[in-house]
C-alpha cells in the first residue's frame, strides 16, 4: 500500500530553522513535492525533488534520498507567516501526475 | 503558475440534496483535473481523477454514482455531491495539470478550495 508520514505538529521560534521529515513507502515513485498549505485556503507549491540531494530556494530547501524513502523540508529565518500546514506528496509514475499526500505537519511559529 | 478558480467557494444545504461545484482552469488548458477531499486537520485525500472527454478515475472507496465527475471541456470540470448527507461535509479542493507539461515540474495547481456543510 502506500504510505507517507509526516510529524503532526511542530513549533517553533521566530528567526529559527525547522526541519521537517517526510518518510515514505509507495508502489512507485516519480518526484516528490512539497506544499504549503494555510488554513482553508489552496495548497501552493514549494518545491520538488526527483534526484537525491538537495535544492535550495531562498528561506526553503528540500532533501531527498530515494534509496531511503526520505526527505525533508528545511525551512530558515521563520518567520510568522510561515505558520501553516506543509504537506509532502509523491508522484506516481506511469504519466498519471497523480499526488499521494502525506499526513501533513502543522506548523506553528511562536514570536 | 496556473489560476484555477472554484465555485461556490462555500455552500450548505439540506441532507438529500445535491451540489455541484465547478472548478475552471483560467489561462491554461488541463487535459487533468484531480478532485480532493481535506477533513478538518487532516491531509488531501485523492477522490478521483478527471480526464477531458472521458469517464472519471476514481479512487478505492469512493463512489462513483455518489460524486459524479464531468470533464467536458479544457477549462472545466464539475464535482456534482449527489443525496448528500452530514458525513459528506468537507472540504473539497480540485487541481489542475498542464497539457502538454509546459510547467518546470508538471506540478498541480490547487483551487482555493469549497466548503461544502451538509445539515
Known amino acids: 500500500g502506500q504510505n507517507i508520514d509526516q510529524p503532526t505538529e511542530m513549533t517553533a521560534t521566530e528567526g529559527a530553522i525547522v526541519q521537517i521529515n517526510c518518510t515514505y513507502q509507495?508502489?512507485?515513485?516519480?518526484?516528490l513535492f512539497w506544499y504549503q498549505q494555510h488554513a482553508g485556503e489552496a495548497p501552493t507549491f514549494l518545491s520538488y525533488?526527483?534526484?537525491?540531494g538537495l535544492e535550495e530556494k531562498g528561506r526553503f530547501s528540500s532533501f531527498l534520498s530515494r534509496s531511503k524513502g526520505y526527505s525533508y523540508l528545511l525551512l530558515k529565518e521563520l518567520q510568522m507567516k510561515d505558520s501553516a500546514s506543509y504537506l509532502c506528496?509523491?508522484?506516481?509514475?506511469?504519466?498519471?501526475?497523480?499526488?499521494?499526500f502525506g499526513t501533513g505537519t502543522r506548523l506553528q511559529v511562536f514570536p | 503558475g496556473a489560476v484555477v478558480s472554484q465555485h461556490p467557494s462555500w455552500v450548505i444545504c439540506k441532507s438529500g440534496t445535491s451540489v455541484k461545484i465547478e472548478c475552471r482552469s483560467l489561462?491554461?488548458?488541463?487535459?487533468?483535473m484531480f478532485w480532493y477531499r481535506q477533513f478538518p486537520k487532516q491531509s488531501l485525500m485523492l477522490m478521483a481523477t478527471?480526464?477531458?472527454?472521458?469517464?472519471?478515475?476514481?479512487e478505492q472507496g469512493v463512489e462513483k454514482d455518489k460524486f459524479l465527475i464531468n470533464h467536458a471541456s479544457l477549462t472545466l470540470s464539475t464535482l456534482t455531491v449527489t443525496s448528500a448527507h452530514p458525513e459528506d461535509s468537507s472540504f473539497y479542493i480540485c487541481?489542475?495539470?498542464?497539457?502538454?507539461?509546459?510547467?518546470?515540474?508538471?506540478?498541480?495547481?490547487f483551487g482555493p478550495g469549497t466548503r461544502l456543510t451538509v445539515l
Open positions: 487541481s489542475v495539470s498542464e497539457a502538454g507539461g509546459m510547467t518546470t515540474y508538471n506540478e498541480q495547481f
Open positions: 509507495t508502489s512507485g515513485f516519480n518526484g
Open positions: 525533488n526527483v534526484l537525491d
Open positions: 506528496a509523491v508522484r506516481e509514475p506511469y504519466n498519471t501526475d497523480k499526488l499521494i
Open positions: 489561462d491554461f488548458q488541463a487535459t487533468t
Open positions: 478527471s480526464n477531458e472527454g472521458s469517464k472519471a478515475t476514481y
